[in-house]
């Protein structure tokens, strides 16, 4: 068990994914200068009670993300912006509230990759969900480009990823993220996959044929 400062956001940080910061708060300026000083990452954990920003410490949930800065902007007044890279899960144990941050006291708590021939399995089934999903959103936006290029060939790896792209309100993504196994968290991202392709070609074809029944109706 170790100490981390916290960051509580409207936000849900996966291990690999980067997660980019304006930080303009008084404490959490002091936690990220602190962070810098000593090398030390700190912990993301989605909002479960209160505010974001200009509040009291807010309500975290118990499972979050450690993040290791990459990059900083210093900016005027000592705001900054940051790049993390997120790094690990942890559990919360206990917070502190003796600074003027939020610190936990929290565990490791890393996916135990039990049955690496299963998740190889499961990898296989889940890629093709991503790709036809971004593959959908590109032709939901045309403005847009959701191409990724090459996704990673390790399941959990993957897994992380498709469930940081995937559009799904934050409280579901906190569900991915406390997955107990990383088969399980394999096949709950698959099912949120065929969910999501089913409801976007849902509203592509809803909106093509609204389209094609307001050209049939226009004056010329």
């Known amino acids: 068990m170790y100490e981390l400062p916290l960051f509580p956001l409207n936000t849900v940080l996966f291990p690999g994914m980067p997660i980019n910061l304006h930080i303009f708060e008084p404490r959490y300026k002091l936690m990220i200068q602190q962070c810098l000083q000593t090398g030390q990452p700190f912990g993301v954990v989605l909002i479960k009670q209160g505010v974001e920003a200009l509040g009291p410490a807010a309500e975290p949930y118990t499972v979050g993300c450690s993040a290791q800065i990459t990059q900083v902007e210093r900016l005027e007044d000592g705001r900054m912006n940051i790049v993390a890279i997120g790094v690990e899960r942890f559990q919360i144990q206990t917070l502190e509230y003796d600074k003027p941050y939020l610190v936990g006291r929290v565990e490791n708590f ?16 889940l890629r093709p969900w991503v790709e036809r999903y971004l593959q959908t959103l590109s032709e939901a936006s045309e403005e847009m480009n959701f191409d990724m290029g090459r996704l990673p060939d390790d399941p959990l790896a993957l897994a992380y990823l498709a469930a940081a792209v995937v559009q799904i309100p934050m409280d579901q993504k906190q569900t991915l993220l406390a997955s107990d196994r990383a088969l399980d968290l394999l096949s709950k991202v698959r099912d949120v996959y065929q969910r999501e392709v089913a409801l976007l070609r849902t509203i592509i074809e809803h909106d093509r044929l609204h389209e094609g029944e307001q050209g049939l ?4």
């Open 110 to 125: 890393p996916l135990p990759r039990h049955e690496p021939q299963s998740m190889t399995i499961a990898g296989t089934r």
């Open 217 to 220: 109706f226009s004056v010329n």
